[in-house]
């Protein structure tokens, strides 16, 4: 399952720059996925790897870009995961097989970290 080792990576890096800035709580994480990225498991690896941590609890966006696939035999589709024999395509009209470069992007487009509370002051 690639979807895990990228998301894992993903979410590592992500603490890793929370813990240098100090962040206590993430509110939301929006990424932005292509059609071949299975989002179930993005959704099940995200929850998993939060737990205990300032992402736990984080309201997940997950915005899906279609990898629209055209071959010269004048087929035409959006490519999913189901379509793909690991990175590559075969169209459906003439037999030819692509390799499909894009076939799990995963981008993290925004952080929305919890603002912390406003100093107190008691004069």
Not at 38 to 54: D, I, K, N, S
Not at 59 to 70: K, Q
Request: proline fraction near 4%.
């Amino acid at each position: 399952m690639h979807e895990y080792a990228i998301v894992d990576t993903m979410v590592r890096q992500l603490l890793d720059q929370l813990r240098q800035q100090g962040a206590e709580r993430v509110v939301e994480v929006r990424f932005r996925r292509g059609s071949t990225f299975m989002e179930e498991p993005l959704r099940q690896g995200f929850e998993a790897l939060a737990a205990g941590t300032p992402l736990e609890g984080a309201r997940l966006v997950i915005e899906t870009v279609n990898l629209e696939y055209r071959c010269e035999c004048g087929h035409a589709q959006v490519v999913t995961n189901d379509d793909l024999i690991g990175h590559m395509f075969v169209c459906p009209q003439c037999g030819v097989v692509r390799e499909v470069r894009d076939a799990h992007d995963l981008e993290l487009m925004e952080v929305v970290v919890e603002d912390a509370a406003p100093p107190r002051n008691d004069d």
